[in-house]
């Protein structure tokens, strides 16, 4: 069993990512730390709260973090994940727990000291928060047991323009940072993330379901099915957490990765140079059933839905 961090921006995928962490028994989830992406940072803290006390984790602590990527102002996504990030779900927990006082890259520091070697950081937005978790503590590439992160776009099309993922698009800079710190890492990109997805039919199949999983999922996904009419959308921070707990999920090439920051129609693209002795592997391949098998046995979703013929994009 790992103790892991969440970092999120809690949004749609977010929600079902943390979801499928508490269910998932190689995990032992320490705290969730907040950034602004998807959703501006007191949302995105709002709605992490929410969704762990509807598993009734109220003891999992959560800590708001950035408000803003270290150097560009904050693009959100609500188009894709609705006014609220949470896709318009009604979800009533019975009680709440604690956000922390203490800030995120803090908690992340602290977490790495208390847990040195054996915690597993999962980062599933924008990586303003460990950027400046590395100016607290220059160790913390030594400290943590490795990272694994959701973000990048390494052989196939951005979702943001043609070549940048979200994640690494909304705070290149902080990316930048975290690529080049040495940290052994598996790059979770759109590569693995687009083609594991959730559709309109597996979602009718969970109407009316009491299970707590369920009814996450037909409630998170109103926006997408209700309001943008899409077939489908994909489990980009599920996938994540799966390989946090099963890295044996993906395969891939080890490699030194590095992040473009300018000029700016290529802000945000993640290039790679293999090299076996690399701290970095970038995931090429998933083993999407399996993935689906833990979706299902541990949050109860079904699986569904096909790549589309063009990733979608959360075009700016
Ligand atoms: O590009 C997909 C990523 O951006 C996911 O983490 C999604 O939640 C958004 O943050
Ligand atoms: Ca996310």
Known sequence: MFPVVIDVDTGVDDALALGLALALPELSVIAVTTVAG?????QATQNTRRVLDWFGAVSVPVARGASQPLL????DAREFHGPDGLGGAMLVPQRSGP???TAAPEVIVRAARRYAGSLRLVCLGPLTNLAIALRLEPRLPELVE?????GGAFAVPGNVTPFAEFNVWSDPEAAHIVAEAGFRTIWVGLDVTTGVRFDRAARERLAGSDRPGPRLAYEVSRWAFDERGVDSFALHDPVAVAVAARPD?????RAFV????????LRGRTVWRADAGAPALVAQGVNAEAVYKLLRERLGLEEGGKEPTRPESHAP
């Open 38 to 42: 998807n959703v501006d940072v007191d």
């Open 249 to 253: 999920l993906v395969t891939g090439e």
């Open 258 to 265: 590095h992040v473009l920051t300018s000029p700016s129609e």
């Open 99 to 101: 956000i922390l006082d």
């Open 72 to 75: 560009r102002p904050h693009r």
């Open 146 to 150: 490795g990272l694994v992160i959701m």
